[in-house]
């Protein structure tokens, strides 16, 4: 059965923390909900209402076109070992960039990332947990290497030209105001 909260508790902090990937679901006004799996160590929660996740660099960019437009954001949490469990985070996000005035802030709470493009600030408004009784079972084999490895032989340059070519508009045509 779910339930619903107002704030992220400490067992809700901890559980998240526990995690090793966290799925993001953002949709403009029209077009394409996006869900996207994120893994890394590219998430902190800040408080009861507050998560911040790191981004680098990808194939698109849909998540900044669809906050920029609206700023809804769900998160969602699958338990894939021990206990069943799912918990959504539901709010408002901002997107912070390199030029953005919090950035070095933000940047502090995470290690260095090679491609690390903004941050999402999601201000949480409401928490609801469900039992997640069909999630599979998966064992954690580790963190992928291949994202790093490759934004490490681009290098700044080449990761702001992939930016021009790849990540400046969502497949639906919105500006990601990466630049």
């Known amino acids: ?31 394409r909900v996006n869900v996207s799996p994120k893994g890394m160590d590219s998430l902190r929660v800040l408080g009861p209402h507050r998560v911040v996740w790191l981004s680098v660099t990808g194939s698109g ?3 900044a076109a669809h906050v920029g437009e609206n700023g809804r954001m769900t998160v969602m949490f699958c338990s894939f070992a021990g206990a069943p469990m799912i918990l959504r985070l539901y709010g408002e996000a901002q997107v912070v960039y390199p030029r953005d005035a919090a950035w070095l802030a933000l940047k502090g709470q995470f290690p260095d990332m090679p491609g690390t493009r903004q941050f999402f600030d999601l201000s949480v408004s409401l928490v609801q947990t469900s ?36 990540n400046q508009v969502s497949i639906d045509g919105l500006p990601t105001c990466i630049f």
């Not at 339930?3 to 077009?31: L, M, N, P, S």
């Not at 490895?149 to 700044?156: H, R």
């Open 1 to 31: 059965m779910a339930k619903q909260y107002q704030q992220i508790t400490a067992a809700h902090r901890t559980f998240i923390e526990q995690q090793k990937i966290f799925f993001v679901g953002t949709a403009g006004c029209e077009g």
């Open 61 to 63: 960019n849909e998540s």
């Open 131 to 166: 039992c997640g009784m069909a999630v599979p079972l998966y064992e954690y084999e580790g963190d992928r290497t291949a994202l790093n490895q490759w934004a490490e032989q681009k290098g700044p340059d080449g990761i702001e030209t992939y930016w021009r070519e790849k």
